[in-house]
């Protein structure tokens, strides 16, 4: 097992802080009317990024989870509100998984964006599928879609299997993270495309488990941040005559921050190595850091907040955000019960 | 005299029923080395295997099945060893590393005093130069196995006229010399693992110094970073009643595998063992690339004590009642007691979590220092609550 970047992995690394550090804007889209950076997306899209694990003859990249890992890190630190995960993640892996050659390209191109409709139990969406006319129509809805309200694919996970449609009505819903949007999907004998798969529940674990790893990398990628701009802020801060990094109270919160940060990056790295390497040790290796990282990503955001004081609590400042993109993450995937129960079942199978 | 003290020494050694897990511990040790299995990381030249992490990786994932009886080395091999050979001579690598591969020698650190813990720089043992010689005098606390040990690594004060920090010097002591008295200390638990140390008159040759004269701050901080890697990056054993996997078999035991708190409980106590784990291979991974982990082995050694604290919870979670009584000679029963009070221990020996939360800060993080009121004044003059006249 590898659980050190080489030095290409690093260079993509500097390559996507770079992107980052020259093009992103979140706050055009927390305080501004945009639903999502589409110049950013553009960037990503001319690096490659979007299509990052899809297969070289299909448009992509054809590299690794690692590296996609890598990129969400950045992406995570840099609170990019691009729909990198609900498109090249989780539409992306589904469609991998299933076998699809129509879409793929697209995506991978970064010229449509994808999301995955499922319930928010990651069970079947209550969707129907019905047969007509040597086609298939949707009927239902999809209640919480992650970027749903910009997706131009709409992969679905129904009772009936995985069907893929392009359209649908769509309903954007306020969120508690304003960097990221979800949408109430609504389908009305829309046409869709069905995806054969011999064990579709088999296929929707696979995704689940790949999206843990990449909604760490995220995850691992924001609590290093929250590190960063708050040891910056306790070496400058002055109360009572000293910097306040100086006081243990401040020193001894930051030091939990970086023995946090270490460990889930630990545990990112090795499930991101399993997704590539060893698909046998994936399912419990992505339960294991989801339980890990969720709340942890938490803790650090809401420590780093405290830290800095009352400006933390001002709009102004980005430890909202940070606060808000780490609840979130940590509920998307049906909270952290849910999240616990998972790895106890998985853990049961190993012991 | 000496000749006579060496015929009864010789002796005794030979005849004295030993402590049986004493002479098992030598043996299983001398067994590794003779298998080619001691030292798998160390230089060749000293009776090492000069093989690469990934060889002890293995030996330590294969080992970790197993309750190996040589824990009595540990502090040797994990600390003093590797500090004589990033600091030693080629004479004393040659004289030290060999027997302590070998399970031929014990070592001790002789670092901790009554007045100097956490702050160990302004320890009072004296080390005054006597011609050729250093004469040693002064009393060092909580020292593991200095009841057993035959070689100490002493940290002690050279220079009083220096701040605290420069005047010490680390010299590599005979623990057998009448000038060396240990007393056994009892801790909680009711064993006596560790000791006092005092030195009347202890004299020692030139060559005993590890590293430079003025320079065992130095040889301190080298051998305390060996330190919390060995404490914190342990793999926790597959017998451990602490380690995930037994505890999940003890709650099928008690049948509490099935309660959804006990469920919880473990899979966060599975992913924070898991954590821990990992991080430690990586740490040895970016060794093995040319970084050594330098003050991060401070990470090991928090986490780990914040593991053992979890992992207490979720066996006292599992056992209840189970844990405040049991009859004699039920060895579940003691092997959970003993868990239970053994955990503070890992949380104030090799450092304090306070203190490697400091280190973190200090060293990693780069936060500036806590004022420091005695970093320039001559130790002589410092007005500590414990200083001693000289």
């Known amino acids: 097992m590898q659980l050190v970047l080489d030095t290409e992995q690093q260079q993509l690394r500097s390559t996507v802080r770079k992107l980052l550090a020259d093009h992103n804007n979140v706050r055009s889209v927390v305080d501004g009317d945009d639903a999502y950076d589409a110049a950013l997306w553009r960037h990503l899209a001319e690096l490659g990024l979007t299509g990052l694990v899809v297969p070289e003859e299909l448009g992509g990249a054809g590299a690794g989870h690692v590296e996609r890992a890598v990129v969400l890190e950045e992406l995570g630190r840099a609170l990019a509100p691009v729909p990198f995960f609900a498109s090249a993640v989780l539409a992306v892996d589904a469609l991998v998984a299933l076998g699809d050659t129509q879409v793929l390209p697209a995506l991978a191109a970064g010229e449509k964006i994808g999301a995955l409709a499922v319930s928010p139990e990651w069970g079947p969406a209550p969707v129907s599928a019905t047969e007509r006319d040597g086609g298939w129509v949707l009927d239902g809805h999809a209640p919480f879609v992650i970027s749903g309200d910009v997706a131009d694919v709409f992969v679905v996970y129904s009772a009936d299997g995985w069907f893929v449609a392009e359209d649908a009505r769509r309903t954007p819903l306020t969120t508690l993270d304003p960097t990221r949007g979800q949408a109430k999907l609504e389908f009305a004998a829309t046409p869709a495309r069905r995806l054969d798969t011999a064990d579709p529940a088999a296929v929707l674990e696979e995704v689940r488990d790949l999206a843990s790893v990449a909604l760490a990398a995220e995850q691992v990628g924001g609590i290093a941040k929250v590190l960063e701009t708050t040891v910056e802020y306790a070496k400058v801060r002055v109360q009572f005559g000293r910097a306040i990094g100086s006081y243990q109270a401040v020193k001894h919160a930051c030091a939990d921050l970086y023995s946090t940060s270490e460990r889930a990056e630990s545990l990112l790295r090795h499930a991101a190595w399993a997704a590539d390497h060893d698909r046998e040790a994936l399912p419990l290796a992505a339960a294991t850091t989801q339980v890990f990282t969720g709340p942890a990503y938490f803790a650090a955001a809401a420590s780093g907040l405290q830290l800095h004081g009352g400006i933390g609590y001002t709009w102004e400042h980005d430890a909202h955000l940070y606060y808000k993109r780490a609840k979130s993450c940590e509920l998307l995937f049906g909270g952290h019960d849910e999240q616990l129960a998972r790895l106890a079942g998985r853990l049961d199978g190993v012991s | ?390």
């Open chain 2, 1 to 390: 005299m000496s000749e006579f003290r060496e015929k009864v020494r010789a002796w005794l050694a030979e005849n004295v029923p030993g402590d049986e897990e004493l002479a098992t511990a030598k043996r299983f040790q001398a067994a590794l080395y003779d298998a080619g299995l001691a030292g798998i990381t160390w230089p060749k030249e000293f009776g090492g295997q000069g093989l690469t992490s990934a060889e002890q990786q293995v030996f330590d994932q294969e080992s970790a099945r197993y309750d190996l009886p040589n824990s009595v080395f540990r502090i040797g091999m994990g600390m003093c060893g590797p500090t004589i050979l990033d600091l030693g001579t080629p004479e004393q690598k040659a004289r030290y590393i060999p027997p302590l591969l070998r399970g031929d020698e014990i070592w001790c650190q002789l670092f901790s005093e009554p007045g100097a813990g956490s702050d160990v720089a302004s320890l009072q043992t004296r080390a005054v130069r006597d011609g050729d010689e250093w004469v040693v005098n002064g009393q060092k606390v909580w020292t593991t196995v200095a009841h057993l040990a035959d070689f100490g690594a002493l940290l002690a004060r050279t220079d009083p006229d220096v701040p605290k920090h420069q005047g010490l010097t680390m010299f590599l002591i005979d623990m057998h010399d009448p000038a060396v008295t240990v007393r056994p200390l009892k801790d909680m638990t009711g064993r006596a693992p560790f000791n006092e140390v005092y030195f009347e008159n202890l004299r020692l040759p030139a060559d005993a110094v590890l590293g430079q004269v003025g320079q065992g701050w130095l040889a301190a901080v080298t051998m305390l970073g060996h330190e919390r890697v060995s404490i914190g990056g342990f793999v926790r054993k597959r017998h451990d009643p602490l380690a995930h996997a037994n505890l999940a078999e003890t709650a099928r035991r008690y049948g509490r595998d099935a309660d959804p708190v006990v469920r919880a409980e473990l899979a966060k106590l599975y992913a924070a063992e898991r954590a821990l784990a990992l991080f430690n291979v990586r740490l040895r991974q970016e060794a093995e690339a040319g970084s050594p982990p330098g003050a991060r082995g401070s990470v090991a050694k928090l986490a780990g004590a914040q593991l053992q604290q979890q992992a207490v919870a979720v066996a006292g979670l599992i056992a209840g009642p189970r844990a405040t009584a049991w009859e004699p000679g039920d060895a579940a029963g003691e092997e959970l007691a003993l868990a239970i009070n053994q955990t503070p221990s890992s949380s104030i020996a090799g450092g304090t979590d306070q203190i490697q939360r400091t280190i973190i800060g200090d060293r990693i993080l780069g936060l500036p220092r806590e004022p420091v009121v005695d970093r320039d004044v001559p130790f002589r003059e410092l007005r500590v609550g414990t200083q001693r006249p000289a």
